[in-house]
């Protein structure tokens, strides 16, 4: 049966469009706000630079005024302090910086800037500053000379904090952040949300043409069990009228009867697959069950487990679940003998803390890549003589039990068929009688 699948569609496809632009527009938004503080830092320190320059002309005890100025120094050609207040460095490595220059160096905590003074350093008047308690001296102090020299110093020295700017950015970048993960959660959310509806597009398209199955497979069963009535009755008429006759024609009735039994028992079962009910749910046992039911196979049951001993309960409906474990023992020992193997089959029972897994094993050649849950689709078979309707049916039936089946590899070839069923109970009382059965 072929099912229709889901497309995502146009909505879906402009919702991701929609959120990978958003996302996009909102760090170019970032990147360029982070530039613009970065130029406005630069320059914030420049202009704090000259103003401070022009009060250490100006009013050498005013020069410090900015609480952000961690520190500021004048230094002459030869790199030693004119003036110094703060962190200053005694001395200054400026380099082959050019007149009018200045390079900026942005740190953890601080940003330290180094400006060549060009002709503005050479005033008229200006008076070559000496050290003294971290202050420019005014000319004239007592006993210390001062001599005019005009551009004594060549470089300023400026640390600026980044208190301010550093709050800035990061509240810029952990408010892009927090605008990521809000539009990273609707993406998941529209993702799983698109996953979710092609799943019930999906379904909804196989619901309907399993609708459209079951009208089409209820008619023929109904036709089919019609004429096979007749040719029942009539083939014990004519076994009835033959009785005396040549052997060969019983031989030829045979045939009859076993085609007739096997059409009829594929409408019953394409009956039971459309009925889809829980049947008649009771408690039991699953220990009991499985060792009775492994009796009816004999040698080809192997079991690595004492199967009576199982101590876990289940409700279903008894008599289903032997026709579920019956079509997965046949399809296994089918594989079997398609593979070459013996015809043999592993039973196992594995109590969960809420289910119980009955697991039938076969060592066949396995489930081909690509056909995984094809095998449980209606009509679908990989064998020459098969109805493709037993494991469906199995299927169907096990979740009308409230359980669920599923397959998977064998180690060492083969393939596992799991029947998994809602556990009653603890499970460690003592076992319950087997239905239908004799128990142990």
């Known amino acids: 049966m072929r099912i229709s699948r889901y497309s995502p569609g146009l909505p879906t496809l402009a919702a991701i469009a929609a959120l990978v632009l958003s996302l996009a527009l909102v760090w170019a938004f970032v990147i360029r706000e982070s530039a613009s503080m970065g130029v406005e830092l630069e320059y914030e320190i420049y202009r704090n630079a000259s103003a401070m320059l022009e009060n250490a002309w100006q009013d050498p005890e005013s020069a410090t005024a900015d609480p952000e100025v961690m520190g500021f120094g004048l230094y002459d050609g030869f790199g030693e302090a004119t003036f110094r207040d703060g962190r200053a460095p005694q001395r200054l490595d400026a380099g ?14 601080s940003a330290v800037l180094v400006r060549a003074l060009g002709a503005e ?23 210390e000379p001062w001599t005019p020299l005009a551009g004594a110093s060549r470089y300023v020295w400026i640390e600026y904090a980044l208190g301010a700017f550093r709050t800035g950015r990061a509240v810029l970048f952990g408010g892009a952040g927090l605008l990521t993960l809000a539009l990273g959660a609707g993406a998941a959310l529209v993702a799983r949300l698109a996953a979710r509806n092609r799943e019930l597009a999906t379904r909804a398209a196989r619901d309907r043409e399993l609708v459209q199955l079951g009208e089409a497979a209820r008619t023929l069963a109904h036709e089919i069990k019609n004429p096979l009535g007749v040719i029942r009755v009539q083939s014990a008429l004519v076994r009835k009228r033959i009785k005396e006759g ?9 045939i009859i009867d076993e085609e007739t039994a096997r059409l009829s028992d594929l409408a019953d079962r394409i009956g039971a697959f459309l009925r889809g009910d ?13 060792a009775d039911f492994s009796r009816r196979y004999g040698a080809a049951c192997e079991s690595g487990q004492a199967l009576a001993a199982i101590g876990a309960s289940v409700r279903a409906d008894p008599e289903r679940l032997r026709g579920i474990l019956d079509n997965l023992v046949a399809n296994a020992l089918d594989a079997a003998a398609e593979a070459g193997a013996e015809r043999a089959f592993t039973l196992e029972a594995l109590p969960r803390k809420r289910s119980v897994e009955l697991r039938v094993g076969d060592r066949g050649a396995g489930i081909p890549a690509g056909l995984g849950e094809r095998v449980f689709e209606p009509f679908f078979t990989t064998k020459a003589r098969g109805s493709g309707i037993g494991l469906a049916l ?17 180690e060492g070839g083969g393939t596992w068929f799991v029947v998994s069923l809602p556990r009653v109970g603890s499970g460690t009382g003592a076992p319950e009688a087997v239905p239908g059965g004799e128990g142990d």
């Open 278 to 290: 829980e049947g008649v749910p009771e408690t039991f046992a699953i220990g009991p069950f499985l």
């Open 96 to 109: 082959d910086l050019p007149q009018g220059a200045y390079r900026l160096s942005i740190g953890v905590d």
């Open 246 to 254: 040549p052997a060969g024609a019983f031989e030829g009735l045979a």
């Open 121 to 143: 350093a050479s005033r008229s008047g200006m008076m070559r500053p000496m050290m003294g308690r971290g202050r420019l001296q005014s000319p004239g102090s007592p006993g």
């Open 394 to 410: 199995a299927r169907r039936q096990t979740e009308g039990a409230g359980g669920s089946l599923r397959h998977e590899p064998r």
